[in-house]
């Protein structure tokens, strides 16, 4: 009897404590803000996750994707765009390939397409309050051509064609465009300058040489949406956040009616991706990319959560981000194995890469195969090899090319080495390769451990070189490597990213210092060409050069992966059908910036906070009776 009143005692007890706590639970999601009516309030900021804080604030200097997304928020390029990666206009307002019937053309003799005219905007001014016209497109262009070129290497893909500029009138510009061996050519690129436009005032003082290497720029001044602040030097040193605020005198409100609706605009940089992960599941922030684990994760706890409130989305990114391994062709480096620069060392490593594991297991399936640094997202213009060309994943294939080539396995039978007379090493230098890898990037960490283990089945020993991002781009740069982890972003046009594999590239945007006459060859007939089905072409045969040599080998195209708050903002569209949308679209003006609209939260009624406070303190005043009722702790309890 008495054990069974005290079980139906143990029971009451539970099942009161269980009232407390969901009760608890529910008043702890109240909101703390209190009226006696159902008010709205606005969210008038937006804040971005980003796990990496972009490397500089000066355009010219930075090279992260997070810097280009900031860079796309300050300042505006002459021309932007689309939701649907088309062209649309900026600071300009139209463009044209100037014909040959006008005077101009006639008297010099240069071919259609060389010249491009382009028409501005007469609302724009600079955040500093200074008006915007032709003079700072002028300035901005010569300030990285001619002389000045080896200085300013950002935008080399553009410059290095750009002849002169001239000023027609206070909104009107010119642009003439050559080849390389300075000729008046035609550019098929005119309308995709995809570079930023730079205040005169500001810059002109700066020499090329501190603007392209050392200046700050600690309070960007743009055109752009989007203004920085006297904070933005403290915020970027403490690298914690970027707070900057809505343009209200943003020229596209009056030109295109492209108006922020909300107030500020938050960059919240993470060191862990946990933590980031948690902010958007519960609300701290309005808009993340997420790797591709850390969105798998996401998924699995919206499996387990459903909830219309977060918003998701993965799928290749318009910037066509790949992920390489690639191979420094520099012939005179030093302290680097010589038997990398072996074309049958470099097929065979092509061979032994299992891109469909990297694909599954580092990046959750949230990628693609990855074939040329041209992705899918280009349609037409993608190239992929075909069943004779590709490099499938085979280690029997390996190890037979290394056998044909004469690289012996020592006598433990763990590692290859050079055998007699190899072309590129004296007979017995090692097989054993250094790899450097960004210590941030946690899937290319992953695949350079699963790759060092995977080689011992062909004889190559990989050395992995775990660095910092800033000491990654001193070794890759100066070519002091033998094999590296990187990955790329390009713009609308294929240009900029066929661009780094050419020779021209060398001493700018090149990370393996490859140079091949055929690649080159088709690379220049494809920046002069302006029918697009011969230019397709001459593309294709850089995809299929680059691939085949197999000093740049991509191994995945990573999908972005976004997750967003549907319940702080509406207006986030469909990144699936219009790629423009996403973040990952950095060319100034991004449709989805104008389009978000912030919704207003409830505030819950004093009234009903009241209400339960006093079901909580009744059901706590319950609990302590039928405490009193329990009696003594158990082991207090004398048995019969």
Known sequence: ??????????????????????????????????????????????????????????????????????????????????????????????????????????????????????????????????????????????????????????????????????????YKVRIHFKDFAGDPAPCPFGDKLMMPIVPEHVWRDITPFDAGFTYENYWPIGTGPFMCTENTQDEFTAGEQLILLMNPDYHGAIEYGQEVQFERLILEFYLEPAAMLTDIQNGAIDLVGLSAPGFSSLID???????????????????????ELITSMDEGATGVNPLRLDPEVRKAIAHSIDKEFIKEYIYSNYSAIGSTILSPIYGDLFWSPNATEEYEYNMTKANEILDAAGYV????????????????????????????????????????????????EIGIELAPVFVSSAEWGN?????????????????????????????????????????????????????????????????????????MDAAFIVTVYPYGCYAWRADHFSGWGDWGA???????????ANDLFFDLVPLAVKKTSLMYVFIGIGVVAAAVVAVYMFMRWRGPKEEDVRLP
């Open 475 to 547: 070794i890759v740069y100066n070519g002091v490597y033998d094999l590296a982890m990187t990955y790329w972003s390009g713009d609308p046009d294929p240009n900029y990213l066929l661009f780094v594999q050419s020779t021209n590239a060398i001493g700018g945007w090149s990370e393996n210092q490859y140079s091949s006459p055929a690649y080159d060859e088709n690379y220049t007939k494809s920046a002069l060409e302006l029918d697009p089905e011969v230019r397709k072409g001459y593309m294709f045969n850089c995809s299929k050069h680059s691939y």
């Open 409 to 456: 396995w020592n006598p433990s039978h763990t590692r290859r080495m050079a055998g007699p007379g190899n072309a590129y090493a004296v007979e017995g230098t090692p097989l054993r390769l250094n790899v450097t890898t960004e210590i941030e990037l946690v899937e290319d960490r992953d695949t350079v451990n699963f790759l060092t283990e995977e080689w011992q």
């Open 1 to 170: 009897m008495r054990t069974t009143q005290r079980l139906l005692k143990d029971q009451v007890l539970r099942t009161s404590m269980a009232v407390v706590v969901a009760l608890l639970l529910l008043l702890s999601g109240l909101p703390v803000m209190f009226s006696g009516d159902s008010e709205a309030a606005s969210h008038s900021t937006l804040k971005i996750g980003m796990m990496e804080p972009i490397d500089s604030l000066n355009p010219f200097i930075g090279v992260n994707d997070n810097a280009y997304i900031f860079y796309g928020l300050v300042y505006d390029y002459l021309i932007a765009v689309d939701e649907d990666l088309g062209m649309k206009p900026n600071l300009a307002t139209s463009w044209w390939k100037v014909p040959l019937s006008d005077p101009d053309m006639q008297a010099s003799g240069k071919p259609y397409g060389s010249v491009w005219e382009y028409n501005l905007t007469e609302n724009a001014v600079w955040h500093d309050g200074e008006p915007f016209d032709a003079d700072d497109v002028v300035f901005t262009i010569e300030y990285q051509i001619g002389v000045n070129y080896d200085s300013m290497w950002a935008y080399q893909p553009y410059t290095k064609f750009i002849d002169s500029v001239e000023k027609k009138d206070l």
């Open 301 to 323: 706890w919206l499996e387990d959560n459903p909830t219309p409130d977060i918003g998701t989305y993965a799928g290749l990114t318009c910037t066509s981000f790949s992920v």
């Open 578 to 588: 219009h790629p423009g949308r996403s973040l990952s679209s950095f060319w100034t």
